[in-house]
């Protein structure tokens, strides 16, 4: 079955650096785009960043362009997220996702927490 495994989340200060992974299995990587979306206390879940099947075109929140970056390994079947210059409000569990034929797949999520 679809197997979706975030990691690397844990508590950055202010205008740090943290990098997410997301490990998938269950299906064929290669194929499906991936996205990672993140949901606040009290707010809706969004989309932070996506990326095609090739790995060759991405898209961002406009909250995150310039800061986040969204890549793809198709050998380790994993999809990662760098964000730099973190700021408070962007605490959140952050989410892998990927949507098969008409069907949309989580990991547990993993929290981010920036604060000082």
């Known amino acids: 079955q679809v197997q979706l495994v975030e990691s690397g989340g844990g508590l950055v200060q202010p205008g740090g650096p943290l990098r997410l992974s997301c490990a998938a299995s269950?299906?064929?990587?290669?194929?499906?785009?991936m996205n990672w979306y993140r949901q606040a206390p009290g707010k809706e879940r969004e989309l932070v960043a996506g990326i095609t099947s090739t790995g060759k075109n991405s898209k961002y929140a406009d909250a995150v362009k310039g800061r986040f970056t969204i890549s793809s390994d198709n050998a380790k079947n994993t999809v990662y997220l760098q964000m730099n210059v973190l700021k408070p409000e962007e605490t959140a569990v952050y989410y892998c996702n990927t949507r098969i034929i008409f069907s949309a797949y989580w990991g547990q999520g993993t929290q981010v927490t920036v604060s000082s």
């Open positions: 269950g299906f064929t990587f290669s194929s499906y785009g």
